[in-house]
């Protein structure tokens, strides 16, 4: 039986820590961002962005600016990081936990959900593999009558000078595009999706220049076990 995920947030400790993580970072690091007219300001959605940078679920948080849960590796939960990390939003991606509930719950309250789907940080400049967490989440959610956006978000540093986080957000992707593919076979609309999701990524990349030489192809984007 699955173990329920239990939201650490609570309102005082979310603005403590969220506002101190916005003065480090705005202090360390130069944030340039584009596409953020695509990020909805209020409701549910699901977040998905590359991990090149242990910066990337600070920064994702900061540019978000309201309550979100986040999936990250368990070991990112240990010791005062994991206690600090829960009381933001922060949940492991353990097969062991009901991630799913956990997530559908969050959206009744209106938080938006952030995932990585590459499933850890991965520093060599690449974009990988898409594992299927996301996929899981968005066709729960449809299923419980949740027409939810995705919003696909690409992250990328330049530490040379004055240290810049680039990020460029995507134009939202409706989960309700692929209730009809998803109905005929779950597995196809599940590779489909992830395909689109890795590729618009990979797109939002490009345009920041990073991974010029890397070609959208089938190929590359091989299927993962959540």
């Not at 970072?25 to 977040?47: M, T």
């Not at 789907?117 to 991965?122: A, C, L, N, S």
């Not at 956006?149 to 460029?168: E, M, S, V």
Request: net charge positive; aromatic share 10%; with cysteine.
């Amino acid at each position: 039986m699955l173990r329920q995920v239990v939201d650490g947030k609570d309102p005082f400790s979310f603005a403590i820590l969220a506002g101190l993580t916005r003065i480090v970072l705005d202090n360390y690091l130069n944030i340039q961002i584009k596409g953020i007219e695509n990020l909805p300001k209020s409701g549910p959605f699901i977040c998905v962005a590359n991990h090149s940078s242990r910066f990337d679920g600070p920064t994702i948080g900061r540019i978000i600016n309201r309550p979100a849960c986040f999936m990250v590796h368990p070991n990112e939960l240990k010791g005062l990081q994991g206690f600090l990390l829960a009381k933001v939003g922060a949940f492991p991606s353990s097969p062991r936990y009901d991630f799913v509930a956990h997530v559908l719950s969050r959206f009744e309250k209106g938080e938006p959900f952030v995932i990585f789907p590459e499933g850890t940080v991965h520093y060599d400049g690449l974009t990988h593999p898409f594992k299927k967490g996301v996929a899981k989440v968005a066709f729960a959610a449809l299923e419980a009558g949740l027409d939810l956006p995705i919003i696909p978000i690409a992250a990328g540093y330049d530490w040379q000078g004055k240290r810049k986080a680039l990020y460029n957000i995507g134009k939202p992707i409706a989960v309700s595009a692929y209730k009809d593919a998803y109905a005929r076979d779950g597995q196809e609309a599940t590779e489909t999706l992830l395909k689109h999701l890795h590729n618009d990524v990979l797109d939002l990349r490009r345009q920041l220049g990073f991974e010029l030489g890397i070609e959208k192809a089938d190929s590359r984007i091989m299927l993962k076990a959540s």
